[in-house]
């Protein structure tokens, strides 16, 4: 009675491309790969300014 009335069409949705499982779990590589070598090079880059800036 009271959810007959609701329009199925208006549920009903479509993927993207790029909107599955195995795309997002490319992107969350990919951002942690991304994360973990700037860690990196800014651990480069503060290391050869302070030494740079040492002497």
Known sequence: MF???KNKEENRYYLL???GR???EFHRKTVWWAVL???IISVLVGT???FT???
Do not use: A, D, K
Request: no cysteine; net charge positive.
């Open 3 to 5: 959810g007959s009335r």
């Open 17 to 19: 491309p790029g909107m």
């Open 22 to 24: 195995s795309n997002r």
């Open 37 to 39: 070598v700037g860690l």
């Open 48 to 50: 050869l300014l302070y």
């Open 53 to 55: 800036n040492r002497y």
